[in-house]
């Protein structure tokens, strides 16, 4: 181990760079970037395990952020990484040209701890550094960098719904922090797909041919998916969506799989739970449904077939369109036939607005959703009161009291919110789960063995995976089998009704 770094001077590598440490500077006022990016897809990379404490206590929920240092060039801090509860972040660098010196900082919120400027970083190496606030950077050890196992990312960060993002990014710190797989650590190369399908499928077209990522989680959406799934397929490259609940996203072939329940089974259970004895004994029942949107089409059609077999009538059916905002002419045919509930699958921000102009209009009828509900916004835009009695069906919560969640469940809501300051979403939890079936398929593969197909196959062997959600195995058309949950809002806050096993 390397020892008093700042004092000494070690050579690197033959036409490397000498490590040495500068003096920290006070804290800057430039803000830092939200997101990490984790990985470039460069030619050649380093890794930093840097450590950010304070009085020798270790600080969690940093942001440590890495730029390059070049004469008469602003500092852009494009590398970053959040530190965990040992104070620790990992960063991944990775560009054309590595080697170099570099300035840090570490945010927290918007303010910032303290930055650190000079850091020499070299290509193929992975540092181990030192950052106290208020104190000398350190050099601690650095030592040749094993080669990384690399996964793409696809993702929506402009879709309606919450970002699957730091559910990956959760779940790499967390895999690289164990040791990685077999030894080599994990990098994510992640990719906005701008809520676009073309570029959705550019982009996983580079992640197989330039970053020669052995395996893909993602897209968030079906519409995706399915153009994506048939490149995957063709190039041979195993694949795990987040968000998709449509049935037919696999369809693609035997390399696509869900991290998701389908669209028929949330409908159906939810149909069920509307006419049973033991749910809410509804009789009749009206739907309201976003034209146009395979989504909410599919659900309607669950609810109503199952709804149906349990004894209840779908008395009417209304649509809408994504993106407006009056209901009243829907909401009006619907009171004439006075349903005992109305089923609504949709999305932010329209569910709540419909739920809201009903209660102002005097509708009485139980509000039943999918997924779609599942939105820290949904009480902001239709307020608590509207909402309260609704129910919905989502494979995850993270309510305020996690006591009776499995044990590696109350470990994500807790590392989550640790890292990110909030509780994590139904979205984040399909992230972090198809991260870690994918790594863990990986980690049962052969080192000498780490194929797509290999990986592939584990996929598909999967048994009793246990994380954020809980996966008994894949069916025939690689559909996980899990669960759903009925949940309710009461109180101003959302619980669990009922949990229906698959």
Not at 11 to 21: F, K, T, V
Not at 122 to 146: C, D, F, H, Q, T
Not at 378 to 397: H, K, M, V
Request: glycine fraction near 12%; hydrophobic fraction near 45%; charged fraction near 20%.
């Amino acid at each position: 181990m390397l020892k008093n770094i700042c004092s000494a001077i070690v050579l690197a590598l033959a036409g490397g760079l000498m490590w040495s440490c500068e003096r920290v500077m006070a804290p800057s006022d430039e803000m830092g970037q939200p997101l990490s990016k984790l990985a470039t897809g460069g030619q050649s990379e380093a890794v930093v395990i840097a450590s950010v404490s304070r009085d020798g206590a270790p600080i969690r929920g940093a942001m440590v952020e890495f730029s390059r240092s070049i004469a008469g060039r602003a500092a852009n801090y494009e590398w970053s990484g959040m530190t965990g509860a040992d104070g620790r972040a990992r960063v991944t660098i990775a560009s054309d040209n590595v080697t170099g010196y570099y300035r840090a900082r570490a945010m927290q919120g918007k303010g910032a701890l303290g930055s650190w400027s000079s850091i020499p970083i070299n290509a193929g190496y992975e540092v181990m550094l030192n950052l106290p606030i208020g104190g000398k950077a350190r050099v601690i050890e650095a030592s040749m960098l094993k080669s990384a196992i690399k996964i793409g990312m696809l993702y929506s960060a402009k879709a309606p719904l919450t970002t699957t993002r730091p559910g990956a990014e959760l779940a790499v710190h967390e895999v690289n922090k164990a040791g990685g797989v077999g030894g080599r650590p994990i990098q994510l190369i992640m990719r906005d797909d701008e809520f676009n399908t073309a570029r959705s499928v550019e982009l996983a077209e580079v992640l197989i041919a330039t970053d020669n990522v052995l395996a893909i989680v993602g897209p968030d959406w079906a519409i995706h998916a399915f153009e994506v799934g048939k490149i995957v397929q063709s190039k041979g490259i195993p694949m795990v969506t987040t968000y998709p609940t449509n049935p037919a996203t696999p369809s693609a072939g035997d390399f696509v799989f869900m991290a998701a329940f389908t669209d028929e089974f949330q409908g159906n259970a939810m149909g069920a739970f509307a006419a049973a004895s033991n749910g809410l004994r509804a009789t009749t029942a009206a739907i309201l449904i976003m034209r146009g949107y395979i989504y909410s089409e599919g659900m309607a059609t669950y609810f109503t077939n199952s709804f149906g077999e349990g004894g209840g009538t779908v008395v009417l059916e209304q649509f809408y369109n994504a993106g407006d905002t009056d209901f009243s002419t829907q909401l009006q045919a619907i009171d004439r036939v006075a349903p005992d509930v109305i089923f609504l699958p949709g999305f932010i921000p329209e569910i709540p607005l419909v739920v809201k102009q009903a209660k102002d209009m005097g509708i009485t009828a139980t509000f039943l959703g999918g997924d779609g509900f599942e939105h820290p916004d949904l009480f902001d835009i239709g307020g608590q009161d509207a909402l309260e009695g609704s129910y919905f069906t989502a494979g995850f919560i993270a309510q305020d009291d996690i006591s009776g969640m499995s044990a590696d469940a109350r470990q994500f809501v807790t590392a989550y919110t640790a890292m990110f300051g909030t509780a994590p979403t139904w979205a984040a939890s399909l992230e972090y789960d198809a991260v870690r079936i994918v790594t863990q398929a990986m980690a049962r593969v052969d080192a000498e063995n780490l194929t797509p197909r290999a990986i592939r196959d584990q996929i598909a062997a999967t048994h009793n995976y246990s994380g954020a959600g809980m996966i008994a195995g894949f069916d025939e058309n690689r559909h996980p089998i899990r669960g759903v949950g009925i949940y309710k809002i009461e109180g101003g806050a959302i619980a669990l009704h009922q949990w229906i096993d698959p």
